[in-house]
């Protein structure tokens, strides 16, 4: 089972340049969502999707879009990348938005921005 | 107020021994979730344990069992005869409903670094 897929592993940006961090699964999950977690700390939750055709944000969404066209697919996009955006990225899926039950991680997206 | 504290940065235990990494919690909701994670130094977010609110049974899998003490908002990991392997970073986490219950959010502690000496 592929689970929660990400794409790429690893990225080097320079300042001002745009990316598109891709998240798939294929568990037929409801709800995804956007973590970024920076050195030392716990993830925070940047956007997330209850369904296809519905995003909102979460904590930290401020220089990130998604858009969630099928069910399948979440991507993230860093419109004019900063320094400040370096991080390691997580994408989750669950059954639905409900807060229990298990939050499948993909295997994080390293982002450095010079 | 923390949502979510591991008062424990870093600890030592002797391989086979048992540990207990610590995490309290703090949340008016009656329905929520907490969850123990691993992460490895490969980076990795790796699930090794679920409690729901309304679970009045702890949570066990293989070697890992959650002592939930729902008055006392505490949700300890309690890890039996550890392994080399075990060394890790472990987080704490507890989900909830967002406030306009569209979405929920994963809320991590800060960690607690796990060292199993040989």
């Known amino acids: 089972n592929a689970g929660v897929t990400q794409t790429p592993k690893f990225q080097v940006l320079k300042t001002g340049q745009s990316m598109t961090l891709q998240c798939a699964q294929d568990?037929?999950?409801?709800?995804m969502s956007w973590y970024r977690q920076d050195p030392g700390m716990g993830l925070r939750l940047i956007h997330y999707s209850v369904g296809a055709g519905i995003t909102d944000q979460g904590e930290v969404p401020n220089g990130y879009n998604v858009s969630r066209s099928t069910t399948e697919d979440f991507p993230l996009r860093l419109l004019s990348a900063a320094p400040s955006q370096t991080s390691v990225y997580f994408c989750a899926s669950s059954y639905s938005r409900l807060p229990t039950g298990e939050l499948f991680f993909g295997e994080g997206s390293r982002l450095t921005v010079l | 107020a923390q949502k979510i504290t591991q008062t424990q940065p870093g600890m030592f235990v002797q391989e086979k021994e048992a540990v207990t990494l610590d995490c309290t919690y703090d949340t008016s909701d009656q329905s929520y979730g907490l969850f123990w994670y691993k992460q490895p130094s490969s980076g990795e977010m790796i699930f090794l344990i679920y409690?729901?609110?309304?679970?009045?049974q702890n949570a066990t899998e293989g070697r890992y069992s959650l002592n939930f003490q729902k008055a006392r908002k505490s949700a300890n990991l309690v890890i039996s005869a550890s392994q080399l392997g075990d060394s890790a970073m472990y987080f704490c986490a507890m989900r909830e409903l967002l406030v306009n219950n569209a979405g929920n959010m994963l809320t991590f502690g800060g960690g607690t670094r796990l060292m199993v000496k040989p």
């Open positions: 409690q729901g609110s309304y679970d009045e």
């Open positions: 568990m037929n999950h409801e709800y």
